[in-house]
């Protein structure tokens, strides 16, 4: 069965440091991947997306993720986190052509000064 | 408007009221989805719209009734709800050709007392 896990429920970084969030991802075949970011009291946000082709994808906010088959990781980055980032991030796998895209449980970024 | 749009951002009922959900995309995308969003719990898919027909129904209990009457709307009627209902339910839309690419509204917070 697809499913996709999110090790970390919680991280805590200070401003200006960076950033990994981990995504496993467990699937048949490649599927398409996604990272979301869910600000409090708001809807998801796509920050980026893997289909196919180079391996690394650059995202909005200064965000960027490799996709690693061997691991069947999509772990997120960001070289130096700001106050505004603190926010809870859901990684995503969808099927080709398919409909049911699965989440992970989360993980909420905290962010100290 | 652009974007995702769904009303009412809050919601309190009873169990014994009716009240329903409501979703609109401006987007041209043909596909729709209710999502359901719990604490400490992953996005539980609930419905998907393509083209207007209902594609994926997730075991959702009966008092929950999705309609679709064209491809920019989207309901969620709802009908003696229990307490563990409540939760934020959060409308998204895709292309028909599905990427698993998903544009999320803010989402109704509902509260069942």
């Known amino acids: 069965a697809q499913s996709v896990t999110q090790p970390d429920i919680h991280i805590t970084v200070s401003e200006g440091a960076s950033l990994e969030l981990r995504c496993n991802y467990s699937?048949?075949?490649?599927?398409?991947l996604f990272w979301y970011v869910q600000s409090p009291g708001q809807g998801l946000q796509l920050l980026l997306k893997?289909?196919?082709?180079?391996?690394l994808v650059q995202g909005i906010k200064g965000f960027e993720a490799e996709f690693k088959r061997s691991q069947s990781s999509f772990n997120l980055r960001k070289p130096s986190v700001h106050w505004s980032d603190a926010a809870e991030y859901f990684c995503?796998?969808?099927?080709?052509?398919?409909?049911?895209?699965?989440f992970g449980a989360g993980t909420r970024l905290f962010v100290k000064a | 408007e652009t974007g995702v749009t769904q009303t009412p951002r809050h919601l309190v009922m009873g169990m014994t009221n009716k009240k329903s959900l409501k979703c609109e995309q401006h987007l041209g995308h043909n596909a729709m989805y209710w999502y359901k969003q719990s604490a400490k719990k992953p996005l539980e898919l609930m419905f998907v719209y393509n083209f207007k027909e209902q594609t994926e129904n997730n075991s959702v209990p009966s008092r929950f009734s999705p309609e679709c009457p064209n491809s920019s709307h989207l309901f969620l009627h709802l009908h003696t709800l229990q307490p563990e209902d409540s939760a934020l339910y959060l409308c998204?839309?895709?292309?028909?050709?599905?990427?698993?690419?998903?544009?999320f509204g803010e989402g109704s917070r509902l509260t069942v007392l």
């Open positions: 998204a839309s895709s292309q028909e050709q599905n990427t698993g690419e998903l544009f």
């Open positions: 699937y048949g075949a490649t599927p398409y």
């Open positions: 893997y289909f196919s082709g180079d391996t």
């Open positions: 995503a796998v969808a099927p080709e052509g398919g409909f049911n895209t699965i």
